[in-house]
């Protein structure tokens, strides 16, 4: 098909340079994939780059200490990939792949945190398996392309777009058609206001753009309201460090390290008899502030308390934090 051809030679010329698109190596492309999901490419430049010198292949990967994981990953936030990205290197690393990546999209897909589009991406890059890998951005073009008014959070709408591509990608480089896609989308055929139609090399074909309805286009449900969690965290330091604890193995942010924190909002009184009752005096005065993070259905509403404290031997499990203890953004901005 003549858009096709278009959109997969203006790819060629004038497609970003971006450090993953340098490699065919399975296991590079699915780091980048897997850091991508929810991040801006310029933020994970350096979270690719650091996390392959150190972490080089599967088995690497599969070998690494959580804390030493997590820490690579700190500040890229959905801690849960990291975790999916050792489950998955393990069971490469312990079965018959013998530490390659599975060099089809069907095997791929077995693979804890692999799911349609990044399964898709691998095959179809790493291995030249004409497979479709249909992202956000690829949802918005094809809705643009095609006038197609179903809601793009439907999940029947992306199996419509997965099922209309499958037999349009060239077999001879499926992973140009597929990036081709995702970079139309990223670039000229954006989320949230006006497409740069006038930049497209696919315009001609685009029905919405015939139609002048490029702004109505696509459609797009609403986000459900976020649950708003109210706390208190308290930024306590002891000889210049501060003290906190590693996190349940279950649950948002599983396994990393934080301050400590009590449910609701503390009063100042109600603040200091929560430090008398864990015997931690205060060296001055306690100091509060408002901290806010959002995750993607949650709102941490936090009072924080901040201190120098005395603490002759702190509740179990508390230690001295540095740098080896990875912190998540939500705590980081309470200290």
Sequence with gaps: ??????????????????????????????????????????????YYERFLAELPDVRALAAVDDDRLHKLWEGLGYYS?????????????????????????????QLPGIGEYTAGAIASIAYGEPVPSVDGNVLRVYARLFAVEKDVRDLSFRKQVRAALLPLIPKDDPGVFNAALMELGATICVPNGTPNCGECPIRTFCEAYKQGRTAELPVISKKRTRKIVQKTVFALMQNGKPLGYRRPDTGLLAGLWQPPEADGVLSDVQAAEWLGERNLRPIGELRFYERKHIFTHIEWHMRVCAAEVAAEEPPKDWVLLDETHALPTAYKICL
């Design 1 to 46: 098909m003549d858009w096709i051809n278009q959109l997969t030679q203006w790819y060629r010329e004038s497609a970003r340079d971006l450090p993953w698109r340098r490699t065919k190596d399975a296991y590079a492309i699915w780091i980048s994939e897997v850091m991508l999901q929810q991040t801006r490419v310029a933020a994970v430049i350096p």
């Design 81 to 109: 990939r990291a975790r999916n990205l050792k489950r998955a290197a393990v069971i490469v690393s312990e079965t018959t792949c013998g530490g390659v990546l599975p060099d089809h999209y069907d095997a791929l897909l």
